[in-house]
Every structure is written in C-alpha cells, then in structure tokens.
C-alpha cells in the first residue's frame, strides 16, 4: 500500500504547493525533513524530499534523462510528468531508480516532471519542485562541402546533407556575419547556396554554421572550421602566347596575394621536357 505522510496528498496542485511551501520557509526542508513519529502508523515517517533533482535530452531523440541523488530513507522512487506545469497524478512511473530516462517523448515538446521518494513500507514522500525539459533534436545535419580546413576564396559553394523525418525549413549558412539561404537540390539530394565572402578580411579562419528548422520546430546546427584565403595572382608580361620558347627565353611575371609574405612564382615542367626556357627573374 502506499501513501504520502505530513500531510494528505488529496490533490497533486495541494502537495505541489505544500512542497513549494516547505521550500520557502525552510531551505532544509528541501533537502531533507523529518516529520514526528506517529506511533499509531507502523509504516514509519516519509522519506525526505529527494534533492538537486537535474534534467538533460536523453540518449534517443525526443529522450529525457533525470538524475538525482539517493535518499537514504528510500527504496524507490516515483516519477511524476506532463506536457503542463499543473502535473498530473494519474501521469506517473512507479518504483524507478536515478538515473532515469523517459523515452519515446515528442521531440520538439517541453514535457515538466517531479520526484517522490517512497520507503520499503510503501510511505511516499512529497514531491520536489517541478522541473521541465525537451529532448533532443530530430534533426542533424552535415556539411559536405566546403571540406573542414578548407581555403575559400570570394564565392564559396555550400553544400549539406540533412536527416529528419520531413525536409528541414529557414535554412541558412553563415561565414563572418555574411549569411545566405540555402535551398534544397532534388537533383543531388542536398541543400545548397553560394556565400559571397568578398568583404570578409583575408587571410582570416573562421567558422562556417548551418542552421535548419526541424520537422518539430527544434532547431539544429552544423559548425565547421575554415579559412578565407584568397588564391594568388599571378601576371606574365614576356613570353607571349603562342610563342615557341627555347632554353634562352627569358621569363618575366608578377605574383601578389594577400598573405603577409607575399608569393613567388614557379615555373615547373615535367621531365624530359625539350626547349624548356629558363626563368630569369620576377618583375
């Protein structure tokens, strides 16, 4: 048989409000209290009120995970819960032990919960304060272009993958404050957009963030890590195009990028190679 001591719990809200009460008054009320013996009831005193009572998104999407310490006093515990504040009695999951995870939620939904703790006489305590929670995202993301590290110039192509139960919405990706909307592909099956970067300082790393509504309203992110490098450029004043080039024919070029140390230019032939000119110097 079980039954809550102290006081009656005729009505979640009257045992809700008692516990709010107790909390108020008395800071150890909330982490243990102890109610006179009644020598009338051989089940004994209620345990105290179960404390630091914590949630998290469980290990399954839409998953809760609570936690809290063990109270000496008890044997089990009692999970109370609801999609409102104002719980439920009948909304209940008896004779549980922390951690425990509550499963095969509503992703998306903000579900409130509350602890008991319960003696091996069957005595249940009264409730902690109500905490609430959402599980986790239903969405996720992956970015597969550009690649991680990647050295980007003005325009960079942005193209992502996405696992959800329905096509995600307000899709966007983000360089440095510069932000465009992506749109979905049906013909690679991605999203995709091109960020133009040309007021973005180079040579600067960034951080490039996809962000997605899901098919719940949760919303979910991509973050990867990338580099705003823009190529060298590189001008050759002499030879000509078109002319033929012998060992004697002198090279000239320009090279400037925007790297502190500037750049160099290389001129590279593969082996065997006849009449390869020579480079005599840059310009």
Excluded at 177 to 198: E, H, K, N, W
Aim: proline share 10%; aromatic share 8%; charged share 15%.
């Amino acid at each position: 048989m079980l039954r809550m001591r102290g006081a009656p719990w005729r009505s979640w809200r009257a045992a809700r409000v008692s516990a709010m009460v107790a909390a108020a008054v008395c800071a150890a009320c909330v982490t243990g209290y102890e109610t006179p013996s009644d020598p009338d009831d051989p089940d004994g005193d209620p345990p105290p009120i179960p404390a630091g009572i914590a949630i998290e998104p469980g290990p399954s999407v839409g998953a809760l995970s609570l936690r809290w310490p063990f109270v000496e006093e008890a044997q089990t515990y009692n999970v109370y819960w609801g999609t409102t504040a104002d719980l439920n009695p009948s909304f209940k999951v008896s004779s549980v032990i922390p951690p425990f995870v509550h499963g095969s939620r509503t992703p998306g939904t903000v579900y409130y919960y509350a602890v008991t703790a319960v003696t091996a006489n069957g005595v249940e305590g009264q409730p902690t304060t109500i905490i609430s929670g959402m599980g986790r995202n239903t969405i996720a993301l992956r970015v597969e272009t550009p690649a991680v590290g990647a050295l980007l110039g003005d325009d960079v192509e942005i193209v992502f993958s996405y696992t959800a139960n329905e096509e995600p919405t307000n899709v966007t990706a983000e360089i440095a404050g510069v932000q465009t909307t992506m749109t979905y592909d049906p013909s690679i099956s991605r999203f995709r957009g091109t960020l133009s970067l040309a007021s973005v300082a180079s040579p600067s790393s960034h951080r490039l963030t996809i962000h997605a509504t899901g098919p719940s309203n949760e919303i979910a992110e991509a973050i990867t890590s990338v580099r705003v490098d823009r190529p060298p450029v590189l001008q050759v004043f002499s030879p000509n195009e078109g002319i033929t080039v012998t060992p004697s024919t002198q090279i000239f070029t320009t090279c400037a990028d925007d790297a502190p140390n500037g750049c160099a230019a290389l001129l590279v032939y593969p082996a065997g190679t006849p009449n390869a000119p020579i480079i005599v110097g840059t310009a």
